[in-house]
């Protein structure tokens, strides 16, 4: 069989395990302009990534930014914007996985699922337009997938089947991510703004939307809890439903 020369897939686990732990060093003889530690890299990046969001985030604004060369960059990141996105998702990533590590979330398995949850969507709402960096990614980063690991430790051990764990899992992620996609567009005075054209409408029209009106959730921190705990209380109702008996249609 001939020998490959293929690389690993861009972001899989094999990419990851290549990856030195600070890029620049395999290129600090290469002449030109100094490496920048990809740290600030980073920390650029994310600044940038807030202030333009994902459109603005390139290798030619960041460099700018840097006040470097895309040259410079490209020697400490080759993957270009791709692997900067990667990178910056991971960066993410392991803000909110630090966190959850550190926080008391409690023993029961829905208290932490859920709290878990909250922790990462605000790590992504600290770090504006961040969510899009996860908007369909196909690998995990290293600590991507040891939140993966510890949320299908946590859905199998409450009595749910592979399928559902897994199944559970995603929704849960695209639930946090879905909402924190919306932050950069939920400013106060655009609530505001929804808010008056609601109390003008005609309440003999459209009664439902009066009577609903004085509850509407404040920020879209409050309506992401809401639909977090709508979403674990039927995880609670599936794993009743497991200790039951099998599963009754794991695919409905």
Not at 114 to 127: M, P, Q
Not at 224 to 237: H, M, P, S, Y
Request: with cysteine; aromatic share 6%.
């Amino acid at each position: 069989m001939p020998e490959t020369t293929d690389s690993p897939e861009f972001g899989s686990p094999d990419w990851w395990h290549e990856q030195p732990s600070e890029p620049a060093d395999a290129h600090r003889a290469a002449g030109g302009r100094p490496p920048f530690p990809v740290d600030e890299i980073l920390t650029e990046a994310l600044a940038l990534l807030a202030a333009g969001g994902i459109d603005g985030l390139g290798m030619r604004a960041l460099a700018r930014r840097l006040g470097s060369s895309t040259s410079t960059l490209y020697r400490q990141l080759p993957g270009g914007r791709e692997e900067l996105c990667t990178r910056l998702a991971e960066r993410v990533m392991h803000e909110a996985v630090s966190e959850i590590a550190a926080a008391d979330l409690g023993d029961e398995w829905s208290s932490v699922i859920e709290g878990s949850a909250v922790i990462a969507f605000d790590a992504l709402c600290r770090n504006p337009h961040s969510a899009a960096l996860f908007a369909g990614q196909v690998h995990f980063g290293p600590m991507g997938l040891l939140r993966y690991e510890e949320s299908l430790r946590l859905l199998l051990g409450a009595g749910l089947s592979p399928t559902r764990a897994a199944a559970a899992d995603h929704a849960l992620a695209r639930l946090i991510v879905g909402y924190a996609l919306q932050e950069s567009h939920d400013a106060a005075p655009r609530r505001a703004t929804i808010t008056e054209y609601y109390r003008r409408l005609d309440a003999t029209r459209f009664p439902s939307v009066t009577t609903v009106l004085p509850a509407l959730p404040e920020d879209l921190r409050a309506e992401f809890v809401f639909a977090l705990r709508t979403f674990v209380a039927g995880l609670r109702q599936l794993v009743a439903q497991s200790a039951g008996g099998p599963d009754a249609d794991e695919e409905g």
